[in-house]
């Protein structure tokens, strides 16, 4: 199994450090963190980020709310269908696709790899289905167009029981390696999960937004830009269950950091220090 760190859209909102803490410019740098992952089961990605029809139809595909205040930055190369080729592999061996969750910056890519399989929890597809995603938010974070075409679900209960470092799994995912985990971490959305990996070096685990910034887990202490905290606040469907999971993984990072890399969908540091390692 080898796995590639993919950016699959870059977001440069208004605030600078105020949103990733780092930025010294007016502008901040946020990521859509997606993996690539080489399996004798074919090429497998988590997540997509945005899609190549997104970049052509940016007005029919995404909100102008959320177009103006990420300040998206549409590229055709960051798409996971661009870089897949740029890997030297073939899009039409991307048999599976897992899905954290159905947002339009996570879920764009799907019908650019029409021969895969897309896994995802069943609340979450009942969810983004009826855009139940918060009063404001819900019709402009689910984007239908993005998956509308004839797509091969495989849809899993929220939790099966089985246990993973504390937390709830889903196991045996359709035709995919038993290495590979859905972990329920609603809040974000009523259906979000992260997924784990093993890999050669040990456990991944793609938190997507189950955070934001590298400094909500890893330490006792709390730390977050002010800008990231607003927009989980504005993002979020059930604000209980989103801190205690955060405070879980929180906790997941101080206990088994050695066996666990956790990371989530945007946070650019966290992006460029896997992806270099990789």
Not at 97 to 118: M, Q, R, S, W, Y
Not at 257 to 272: N, P
């Amino acid at each position: 199994m080898r796995i590639h760190h993919l950016n699959c859209g870059t977001c440069c909102p208004v605030g600078g450090r105020l949103f990733d803490g780092a930025s010294d410019g007016p502008l901040a740098r946020l990521v859509c963190h997606c993996l690539l992952i080489e399996t004798e089961s074919g090429l497998v990605l988590v997540d997509t980020g945005f899609g190549t029809r997104d970049i052509a139809h940016p007005r029919e595909r995404l909100s102008n709310f959320f177009r103006a205040l990420n300040n998206i930055q549409l590229r055709t190369q960051e798409t996971a269908l661009a870089q897949v080729r740029a890997l030297g592999l073939d899009p039409a061996d991307v048999r599976h696709i897992v899905i954290t969750h159905l947002d339009f910056d996570h879920a764009g890519g799907i019908e650019d790899f029409p021969n895969a399989i897309v896994h995802v929890t069943a609340r979450e597809k009942d969810a983004a289905s009826h855009r139940n995603g918060g009063a404001f938010v819900g019709t402009r974070r689910y984007r239908p167009q993005q998956w509308d075409e004839d797509v091969s679900w495989r849809l899993y209960p929220f939790g099966t029981g089985e246990g993973w470092f504390g937390f709830d799994a889903v196991r045996d995912l359709e035709g995919l390696p038993p290495e590979i985990l859905l972990i329920p971490l609603a809040g974000h959305t009523w259906g979000h999960s992260g997924v784990a990996v093993q890999g050669p070096d040990g456990w991944l685990l793609h938190a997507a937004d189950a955070y934001f910034y590298r400094g909500e887990i890893g330490s006792k202490a709390y730390e977050c830009p002010p800008g990231l905290r607003g927009y989980q606040s504005l993002m979020e469907v059930d604000r209980g269950a989103r801190l205690r999971n955060q405070a879980r993984l929180r906790q997941l990072s101080l206990e088994h950091g050695e066996h666990v890399r956790i990371f989530c969908a945007h946070d650019a540091v966290e992006f460029d220090l896997l992806s270099s390692a990789a």
